[in-house]
């Protein structure tokens, strides 16, 4: 069975511009879930999304939004880039939000804000 | 979810067991220990999980002190390849805020050694 996959795996914005990730979970999950890792923070909880809709979601600023597609493909979305935008996004899937609880990660997309 | 307290660094020879300790002494009954583990600039990989018994799986042991309030994850042959940052978490399925969400501490560092 596949892993999850994450488009594209590397990135380099300027500020002020806004970009799109793109992940695939692994086939028949339908929970993704998005983090943010940096060194000074280390990984953080973005938002979770479930059958199309985000179910869960961290504390982090409207301008990072997502979505999620029939198929269980999710994307997420950070307009008007900073600096501190910079760091390794991660997408995790689930088969259910249930204990115990397993999430599988992808590779992750590294974005670098200049 | 209940808060988890790991040494910020551990080393291991090669062939040795790797004994990495968590505390979480405020862990209410219904809620999981799990440990994750993130090898260089790749996503966190599930390792294994455990309520009250200590488990075993390919990968690890877990050792669950009766109390509940810490625990142990034992890497009964490490290798180079177990270098990487190892976390523990806890996490009960409480719904609304749990939702796809894994809450990372700073985890322990393992590096073996030759």
């Known amino acids: 069975k596949a892993g999850v996959t994450q488009t594209p795996r590397y990135l380099i914005k300027t500020r002020g511009q806004q970009v799109t990730l793109s992940c695939s979970p692994i086939s028949g999950h339908r929970s993704v879930s998005w983090y943010q890792q940096t060194p000074g923070q280390g990984l953080q909880f973005l938002f979770e999304y479930f059958s199309e809709t985000q179910r869960n979601k961290g504390n982090f600023p409207g301008r990072f939004s997502g979505r999620q597609f029939s198929n269980s493909r999710s994307e997420m979305n950070v307009s008007t880039l900073e600096l501190g935008d910079s760091a390794l996004y991660l997408c995790a899937s689930s088969l259910a939000n249930q204990d115990p609880y397993e999430q599988y990660f992808g590779p992750g997309t590294r974005l670098t804000v200049t | 979810d209940a808060k988890t307290t790991q040494p910020p660094s551990m080393d291991c020879a090669e062939g040795r067991a790797a004994n990495l300790p968590c505390n979480h002494s405020?862990?209410?009954?219904?809620?999981?220990v799990y440990w994750y583990r993130q090898i260089h600039s790749q996503g966190p990989q599930y390792i294994i999980h455990?309520?009250?018994n200590n488990e075993t799986n390919e990968m690890a042991s877990l050792i669950i002190t009766e109390d509940r309030k810490s625990s142990t994850l034992i890497l009964p042959h490490a290798t180079l390849r177990d270098t990487a940052v190892y976390y523990c978490i806890v996490r009960v399925d409480a719904g609304g805020t749990s939702y796809g969400k894994l809450t990372f501490g700073q985890g322990t560092i393992l590096t073996v050694h030759p």
């Open positions: 455990g309520l009250k």
């Open positions: 405020t862990i209410s009954g219904n809620e999981y």
